[in-house]
């Protein structure tokens, strides 16, 4: 009995040191893919910020060029300067009475010739500021896009296996399993691509398929249980 004890010794030790170090190489792989997930998700909220912030730029760049330079930009310039007028004038009014001076018709004559100088200069060179604005929307719009395709790059290795696995889910559901890091719509930004690539569909059709990509969240919000995707890659794996 002894010698069987003693010769078996040897054997459950090496089988006790195997089973040690699969374990410890387990558990070092899950710790692995678990700090390269952490990092992974990190750097997607980085860049969304920065597809967030270049988006938002974009769209005030847009907002301003169709306000200034628009169809009916000349109407509107008119009445700004129209607007600078009577501003000018209560300022310098006010100034009057609060420091206690005077300025003759020929001053306010003068100030106000001036202004109008300014507002002919700048109808004059209208076609450079357009130009410069425009330089400005094509820098943001480069700057929005290289931060989407960094966006999609990491969206591959985290975001979609899982949307993929777990489909059909709806764009509430997928923004709830991501904890609420990614924002609606650089969520739906995210899946639209992937519709376009033809691998998620959209397994109910509503009012929702035709929304936009620079939508409001706010709006999103209300059709978010609405947009369900289906993943036709999982489909034809199976």
Same mark, same amino acid.
């Given at each position: 009995? +002894? ?14 040191? +195997?089973?040690?170090?699969?374990? /410890? ?9 678990? +700090? ?21 730029? *974009? ?27 009577? !501003?000018?004038?209560?300022? *310098? ?9 005077? *300025?003759? %018709? ?6 106000? /010739? *001036? ?8 109808? !004059?060179?209208?076609?450079?500021? /357009?130009?410069?604005?425009? @330089?400005?929307? #094509? ?22 296996? @899982? ?9 509430? =559901? ?5 904890? #609420?890091?990614?924002?609606? !719509? ?37 059709? /978010?249980?609405? %947009?369900?995707?289906?993943? +036709? !890659?999982? =489909?034809?794996?199976?």
């Amino acid at each position: 009995m +002894t010698k069987s004890y003693i010769a078996s010794t040897p054997e459950s030790k090496n089988m006790s040191g +195997t089973d040690l170090d699969n374990s /410890a190489s387990t558990a070092v792989e899950h710790a692995y893919d678990s +700090t390269h997930a952490c990092k992974v998700c990190e750097q997607l909220k980085s860049r969304e910020q920065q597809w967030w912030q270049a988006r938002q730029r *974009l769209i005030d760049l847009k907002e301003r060029q169709m306000f200034w330079f628009g169809d009916n930009s000349l109407m509107m310039w008119l009445l700004w300067q129209l607007v600078s007028y009577v !501003v000018v004038a209560i300022v *310098l009014m006010l100034a009057s009475k609060t420091l206690s001076f005077s *300025l003759s %018709i020929q001053q306010y004559v003068l100030i106000f /010739a *001036l202004q109008t100088l300014v507002f002919i200069a700048a109808l !004059v060179f209208k076609g450079n500021l /357009a130009n410069l604005l425009q @330089n400005k929307i #094509h820098r943001a719009q480069l700057k929005r896009e290289q931060s989407f395709n960094e966006m999609m790059v990491l969206a591959s290795d985290s975001l979609f296996p @899982n949307v993929h696995a777990e489909a059909p889910l709806s764009l509430q =559901r997928i923004y709830e399993n991501n904890h #609420h890091q990614l924002r609606l !719509v650089s969520l739906h930004a995210l899946l639209n691509h992937e519709i376009d690539a033809g691998r998620l569909v959209l397994q109910q059709q509503t009012h929702a398929d035709v929304l936009p990509l620079d939508l409001a969240e706010d709006e999103l919000n209300d059709v /978010a249980n609405d %947009i369900v995707y289906r993943s +036709t !890659v999982a =489909r034809r794996d199976l």
